[in-house]
């Protein structure tokens, strides 16, 4: 879960966004923010805890991108909450239409 608690962040979900369209190094995501460098480290710093982000070096740039591996344990967990709830809200959904229904023919 501690991939919930990282992108309960506004930021970290915005940095996330932002990875979503391509790898990034450091200082150009650090620019997109008005927060200090060291800031925007340590957020970076959480993400990479919660293996939603990985990092690279190249040089003496540290790239970002998104790890798919982080993310599988968010899509497994959505998996099991939508088996969980998937049917109980398709009966409402024909509950409210047959509602609708009888509503009408009165």
């Known amino acids: 879960m501690e991939s919930?608690?990282?992108?309960?962040d506004p930021t970290r979900r915005q940095i996330v966004e932002m990875l979503g369209a391509g790898e990034m190094p450091a200082g150009e995501i650090a620019r997109r923010f008005e927060m200090s460098a060291p800031a925007?480290?340590?957020?970076l710093k959480a993400l990479k805890?919660?293996?939603l982000v990985r990092m690279?070096?190249?040089?003496?740039?540290r790239i970002y991108s998104l790890d798919p591996s982080g993310?599988?344990?968010l899509e497994n967990w959505l998996a099991n909450i939508r088996?969980?709830?998937?049917?109980?809200?398709d009966a409402l959904e024909e509950a409210l239409k047959a509602a609708a229904e009888k509503d009408k023919q009165q």
């Open 71 to 73: 993310f599988e344990g």
């Open 40 to 43: 925007v480290s340590q957020h």
């Open 56 to 61: 690279r070096i190249d040089a003496q740039r």
């Open 4 to 8: 919930f608690t990282a992108l309960a």
């Open 49 to 51: 805890s919660a293996r």
């Open 83 to 89: 088996r969980f709830w998937g049917p109980k809200l």
